[in-house]
């Protein structure tokens, strides 16, 4: 009898141990204008395009990218050492525009389709990774700007990282608003 009590209790245990895992999960922060992009120091507000939180276990503020290719590039990063409890990017198929990506469309990374390769630059100047709920909505995108869509997940390091491999950081791509 008190093998199978021990048996429950252990099941039960574990069974609350993964609702933890999934209450630990947090939503979406609105972005605010004094959020600051986690590289540059500067406001994330201020730059167009799609943007990017990071949720880190432990911590209760998110990390702030002002484009969606520093928050890949981050996941990169050989010094990071937290670890990840959510992802959340801008949904450019929710967003107001290129120019207002809104406080509040966020989704999480990984439900989402990405364009790549684009000559739509980020907020930074920079290659931009450009999610998109509706995949409609990314092919329409790569028909006006070129580029393909890729997963979350198949997002290349080389492409947020250029300068590995010996590849040059191309230059921004200035006039590029809208």
């Avoid at 209760?60 to 990017?89: G, N, T």
């Avoid at 509040?104 to 364009?115: E, I, K, N, R």
Wanted: charged share 20%; glycine share 8%; net charge negative.
């Amino acid at each position: 009898m008190s093998r199978r009590f021990a048996i429950a209790a252990l099941l039960a245990l574990s069974l609350s141990a993964c609702k933890e895992d999934i209450a630990a999960v947090p939503d979406p922060i609105p972005m605010t204008d004094e959020a600051l992009g986690h590289y540059c120091q500067m406001f994330v507000a201020d730059h167009a395009g799609p943007k990017a939180q990071i949720h880190l276990r432990g911590h209760d503020a998110p990390m702030w990218f002002s484009q969606v290719s520093d928050a890949v590039a981050y996941l990169h990063d050989p010094e990071r050492d937290a670890e990840i409890a959510a992802i959340y990017v801008t949904d450019m198929s929710r967003a107001e525009s290129w120019a207002i990506a809104g406080e509040s469309a966020w989704a999480p990374a990984g439900d989402l389709v990405f364009v790549i390769e684009s000559d739509r630059p980020g907020g930074m100047g920079v290659p931009e990774a450009i999610p998109y709920s509706d995949r409609d909505e990314a092919a329409a995108f790569t028909a006006e700007h070129g580029g393909r869509i890729v997963a979350w997940d198949a997002i290349p390091e080389a492409y947020v990282r250029p300068n590995l491999d010996g590849m040059p950081v191309p230059p921004p791509n200035e006039g590029a608003e809208g």
